[in-house]
Structure formats: C-alpha cells, structure tokens
C-alpha cells in the first residue's frame, strides 16, 4: 500500500461516519481511531497489533450476491441524478454494468456474473464498503 493510498484511506475515514477502523495486512497494520481525547502510543514497526474483540458478523444475506471487489465507495448510477444501473425485479445478463466502485478518484464498473433477477440492493447510494461486502442480491436466470 503506498503512502498515497493510506492518506486517501484517511481522508475517506475522517469523513465518514465510523469512529474506529482497523486494517491487517501482512506488512503491516493500520488502526485509526476518532471522537477520544486520549492519545494512544503507535505500536513499534514489526511489534504485533495488540488483539480487539471482533465486532459481530453481520447478517448475512439470504441467496448469491455480487460483493464489492475492492475498498471504495458504492455508486447506483453513473451520476446523482441519472437513473440507476438496475433496480429490484431488474433481468440483467451476465456481464452488464449494475453499479459503480469508486476508489482513490476512479470508477470502476462492477457487473453481472450471470444472468440473473436482482433481488435487493444492499447497500445505500454512496455508502464506503469494505472488500467482498455483499452489494447486490440475485437470482440466477
């Protein structure tokens, strides 16, 4: 991950919502935290992360998804007042455009693994999604 990633990382972060964020690599692990007053001493390079209760796995959703395939930003549409790539109850083929990934300032198309119905759309319009979080709920056919 190079310097430039983990400002962006940073950016995202102190504009969202969230008030804890912690990411394990194999080189590396980043926690930022926001909203305490205390200072927290930064671990010595190569000096494992002290361990923290995992949250609670979340729900998962009932049938196949399409997951987010990379850290980024969820887009519906193309623009904030154009229509959505798809919508519930939408036929789309295998291949097919049905939303945006936006990550360090460029788009990235996410399509249709097969044909299939689209059953739910999971996440709201602009939401920061994580990778392999579920984005769009389908029934093959």
């Known amino acids: 991950m190079t ?20 990411l394990n690599t194999k080189d ?33 959703p009932d049938g196949p998804c399409i997951t987010a395939p990379l850290v980024g930003t969820f887009y519906a549409a193309s623009a904030p007042d154009a229509e959505p790539f798809v919508k519930v109850g939408d036929k789309v ?8 990934m936006e990550a360090m300032k460029m788009m990235n198309e996410v399509h249709a693994p ?3 119905t689209i059953e739910a759309i999971l996440q709201e319009d602009g939401a920061l999604v994580s990778f392999g979080d579920p984005l769009i709920r389908y029934r093959e056919g």
């Open 93 to 100: 083929k295998k291949g097919q455009t049905v939303c945006l």
């Open 28 to 60: 590396f692990t980043l926690e930022l935290g926001k909203g305490g007053s205390a200072a927290v001493p930064a671990a010595p390079v190569g000096a494992p992360a002290p361990a923290a209760a995992a949250p609670a796995p979340a729900a998962q």
């Open 3 to 22: 310097n430039q990633e983990i400002f962006e990382l940073m950016a995202r972060f102190d504009q969202s919502g969230i008030t804890t964020f912690k």
């Open 114 to 116: 097969c044909d299939c």
